[in-house]
């Protein structure tokens, strides 16, 4: 049996209500139902699958190539090496001095890139977006495993998880696809998930 008044359950045949002292005769009120409206509201978890997140990794490539170029290049230039590079004639040997001039070059740029794609998967995966540009597009945000946004420093170490990925690739990034949560070895790694917004 429950109270009328405060829904607390009490044993047959009491007159008053222990919990709220409510005076009942017959005493009972039916147990209250579960409020349809609030299991509809209950959110729904929906994984960033394989080819979404694939997807994704090709538009972030176009973002990030075209940023690397933008840092890239007046890079070359400013430090005196687009001039070097200008007056160089293919039919001349390179000196020692020429030779890692452009190792020099091509360290920069290696540099710039590594630097380019660090900052923005980190920056914008731990941003309010929670998303790269292509994932955003595509409606998936990096949580952790609580659906939490994830600080810089995790979206770092997921980012970085990717070596890992690599080192056996395509197998670390296809683990998307089989796995229960749709994690890749570098989401275990960080312990972040890879979740599609729903309405």
């Known amino acids: 049996m429950y109270c009328s008044k405060c829904g607390a359950l009490m044993a047959d045949g009491t007159v008053f209500c222990s919990a709220c002292g409510q005076a009942f005769s017959t005493a009972v009120s039916p147990a209250r139902p579960v409020n349809a409206q609030v299991v509809a509201a209950a959110p729904r978890v929906e994984y960033g699958g394989f080819w979404l997140r694939f997807l994704a990794y090709l538009i972030d490539g176009a973002v990030i190539t075209l ?53 923005y998967h980190a ?24 659906g939490r946004r994830v600080s ?17 690739y395509p197998f670390g990034h296809i683990l998307a696809g089989f796995t ?20």
């Open 67 to 119: 940023g690397i170029f933008v840092v890239g290049i007046p890079l070359v230039f400013l430090t005196g090496l687009g001039t070097f590079l200008s007056e160089i004639h293919p039919d001349e040997d390179f000196n020692d001095a020429g030779f890692w001039l452009i190792m020099g070059v091509i360290f920069l740029f290696v540099a710039v890139s590594l630097a380019v794609t660090w900052l």
């Open 152 to 168: 810089f420093w995790r979206a770092t170490g997921r980012h970085f998880a990717k070596i890992v990925s690599n080192m056996i």
């Open 180 to 199: 229960a949560q749709k994690q890749a070895l570098h989401d275990m790694i960080a312990g972040c998930l890879i979740l599609r917004r729903t309405p």
């Open 123 to 146: 920056l914008m995966e731990s941003s309010e977006w929670q998303a790269t540009v292509g994932k955003r597009i595509l409606e998936l945000v990096v949580t952790d495993m609580a």
